[in-house]
């Protein structure tokens, strides 16, 4: 969970290498032959019509000095308009084309990736935290998409204009094509100086923005619990180092970049200079002609455009090449590990489970020290047990195990006669619901929101559900009903609304237990009492586990269990937690200070 990540640092998503990314692309792009070979056609036609006029002015050179008719000048000068009108459709085309390629790729690449997010097992999804992968199917597609309508036609297109001139000098005259060609090993080594240097920096910039979201994520998210353990200061002065890290790396990717830009035109000199020194002998010597010689200059000159196009937009081809990889590495994590084993017997309909956890102990992979130490704790069938503690305390890794998200490396949680180790992920869905703080609603109908729970519930048990969560005078003014367009492009709800739906949905699942992890923590003080309320209506009659967010809350159950360092430390009920006079009356003591 948000609170337990960033105290154990896990390990991040797999993130692929380029040759990894390349393929996948390869493999796209031969899945859309004809735009991808329409896409390449127009770029070399663009890139050719682009050197013809140089070649042209060469012939024009040429006729000049040999004393050739005047009408020589209107043939170049028509073909010379001709290539430049044609490039220019070319080029557009060839824009449009690799955009639309582009883009193609990116839905592709987005819908694999949040596919293979989808499918990952939950366990895996609570280990590296929700920033990094937040970060990859949101930032990371960002820099991806701008890299594509910005940096990739850019570098691809002025990439084939740079293998046309070359070919070009090579046409004109072997030797001034190779002399051209003696700036390609400073090209090189300029390039096998950078490129190794730079991909590690940008992944490591954008690991660092996932770890500084990761922070951010964990402080919001246990904000009630960071204010009760006055944890302010702390969790300030982790999202300012961050901060700072993404900042000093993003200075020092500048700096890389602007020394790769010396050597680019320490290498233009080079070739510049070979180009014209080969030139003035082969003049000298009778070996080339003046039209040749003049051209080979300016078609090398032709060079600089665009690879001071690529130079300036490699940065930005770079981070996209970073995100490539971390979404690539994204397809390539193990699917749900959790599909097969036993189903749960469907509990009949009432029916509420005890929950028994016994000797439980977690590590996170990647971490030596254990999370929750042998933890035991009971909930009888339809009673409520509440879990506090500081953030770290292990709370929420708790509730996940509960919940059957993950599985403990010693120890067992059995809901009623199941174990839940031995059920796969829906068998555990059976039994135990889970609601986090993280409530989303889905764009479309109010109906088909509540019916993600329940697809065959009528329309009359969707109005008892919101009845029982206290939403259905709201949801009745609404100007369709239970019709009504809801989320993203609909009706704009308030958080209190949102976990309104929420808990109907929980109300509508019917599973015997109930895991909810700070589920009320987004709601407003105004909204917090009514939230509450429906808490303890859609929880009625079923065994209830409860991360606390308000002390309120945990005064309402009918144990509460305090956690430090993943160990059960305190036990009982409100009163004789206060009477104990121990960690949770000293919380309780501070939590009535603060008018809460």
């Known amino acids: 969970m948000a609170t337990t990540a960033t105290r154990l640092a896990p390990a991040a998503l797999h993130t692929a290498t380029g040759r990894e990314a390349t393929r996948w692309v390869a493999a796209h792009c031969r899945e859309t032959p004809g735009l991808t070979a329409a896409t390449v056609l127009t770029t070399v036609a663009g890139a050719a019509l682009q050197v013809l006029p140089v070649l042209l002015l060469g012939r024009v050179v040429d006729g000049v000095t040999e004393g050739g008719s005047s009408s020589i000048l209107v043939t170049v000068g028509a073909l010379m308009v001709a290539a430049g009108t044609l490039g220019a459709v070319a080029t557009a085309a060839s824009e449009y084309l690799i955009g639309r390629l582009g883009a193609d790729l990116l839905a592709r690449l987005r819908e694999d990736a949040v596919r293979a997010v989808l499918g990952m097992p939950s366990a895996r999804i609570e280990q590296v935290g929700r920033g990094d992968v937040l970060s990859r199917v949101g930032d990371d597609v960002a820099v991806l998409s701008k890299g594509i309508r910005t940096a990739v036609p850019t570098v691809f297109s002025a990439g084939v204009l740079v293998a046309i001139a070359t070919a070009g000098m090579f046409g004109l005259d072997w030797r001034l094509g190779l002399a051209g060609a003696g700036a390609l090993p400073a090209y090189a080594l300029a390039l096998r100086w950078y490129l190794p240097r730079s991909a590690p920096l940008y992944r490591k910039q954008r690991a660092a923005q996932a770890d500084r979201a990761q ?24 999202v300012t180092a961050e901060s700072w890290r993404v900042r000093d790396l993003g200075i020092e990717v500048f700096h890389l ?14 070739g510049l200079v070979l180009i014209i020194v080969v030139g003035y002998a082969l003049l ?23 690879l001071g196009s690529i130079l300036f937009t490699f940065d930005e081809a770079q981070k996209s090449g970073a995100s490539l990889t971390r979404l690539v590495g994204v397809l390539g994590e193990a699917a749900e590990e959790r599909l097969v084993g036993g189903t749960a017997v469907p509990p009949e309909a009432g029916a509420a489970y005890p ?9 996170y992979p990647g971490s030596e020290e254990p999370v929750l130490r ?19 305390a292990g709370k929420s890794t708790l509730a996940a195990l509960i919940a059957g998200i993950g599985t403990p490396q010693a120890g067992s949680v059995r809901i009623g006669p199941a174990d839940l180790a031995g059920l796969d992920e829906a068998g555990a869905r059976a039994l135990v619901s889970i609601l986090t703080q993280e409530t989303h609603v889905f764009s479309g109908s109010l109906a088909g929101d509540l019916r ?5 519930a009528s329309d009359t048990e969707l109005v008892d559900a919101l009845r029982t969560v206290g939403a259905d005078g709201w949801a009745a003014a609404l100007p369709a009903g239970l019709s009504t367009r809801v989320g993203e492009g609909g009706e704009r709800l308030d958080a209190t609304r949102v976990t309104q739906i929420a808990l109907a949905r929980l109300v ?5 237990v109930v895991v909810l992890d700070e589920s009320t923590a987004e709601a407003g003080s105004q909204g917090a009492a009514e939230l509450e ?21 945990a005064k309402a159950a009918d144990r509460i269990a305090v956690l430090d360092a993943g160990r059960v430390v305190e036990h009982g009920t409100h009163d004789e937690l206060v009477a104990l006079g121990g960690r949770y009356a000293r919380l309780w003591q501070a939590w009535r200070a603060g008018g809460r």
């Open 215 to 238: 922070e951010l994520i964990s402080g919001l998210d246990g904000i009630g619990t960071v204010r009760a353990y006055r944890l302010e200061g702390a969790f300030r002065a982790k």
């Open 257 to 270: 970049f602007g020394r790769f830009v010396g050597r680019e035109n320490r290498a233009e000199f080079i």
């Open 284 to 306: 000298e010597a009778g070996a080339a002609s003046l039209g040749d010689v003049a051209a080979a200059p300016l078609l090398f000159h032709r060079l600089f455009n665009p």
């Open 355 to 363: 929950v028994a956890v016994e000797g439980l102990t977690f590590t």
């Open 374 to 392: 042998d933890v035991d704790l009971t909930i009888p069938a339809g009673g409520s047990l509440a879990l506090v503690g500081a953030t770290g």
């Open 452 to 456: 993600l729970a329940a697809p065959e």
């Open 508 to 512: 509508l699942s019917r599973s015997p």
């Open 533 to 553: 309320r429906a808490v303890l209506a859609a929880c009625r009659g079923r065994t209830t586990l409860l991360v606390a967010h308000r002390l309120s809350q």
